[in-house]
């Protein structure tokens, strides 16, 4: 079992900034994969970005050069860094878990005002 807790959510006008924090129950450096996902109303939940064991970082096309996903091992943190926030970036932000399983955190809401 993992437990994951965020923190960072919020609002904030077009082109600011936020940053995400999730905190797992256990080593993160263990897990096969951490991400972050959001859903927005009426539409599906979508992967935002992902970082392996290995440091391998993905992004989706619609946060590259915008979003970095971060980890400390030291301290089982996950991060998600929001630059150049725009409207369309207003969702539920989920942190994901991937360790023989798929693990999700309690959502963050994000909000960007035009």
């Known amino acids: 079992q993992v437990q994951l807790v965020e923190s960072g959510g919020g609002l904030v006008q077009a082109g600011g900034s936020l940053r995400l924090s999730c905190v797992a129950s256990?080593?993160?450096?263990?897990?096969?994969?951490m991400g972050w996902y959001r859903q927005a109303p009426g539409k599906q939940r979508e992967l935002v970005a992902v970082?392996?064991?290995?440091?391998?970082?993905t992004y989706a096309d619609s946060v590259k050069g915008r979003f970095t996903i971060s980890r400390d091992n030291a301290n089982n943190t996950v991060y998600l860094q929001m630059n150049s926030l725009k409207p369309e970036d207003t969702a539920v932000y989920y942190c994901?878990?991937?360790?023989?399983?798929?693990?999700w955190g309690q959502g963050s809401q994000v909000t960007v005002s035009s």
């Open positions: 970082i392996t064991t290995g440091g391998t970082t």
């Open positions: 256990r080593n993160i450096f263990s897990m096969h994969a």
């Open positions: 994901n878990a991937k360790y023989y399983a798929n693990y």
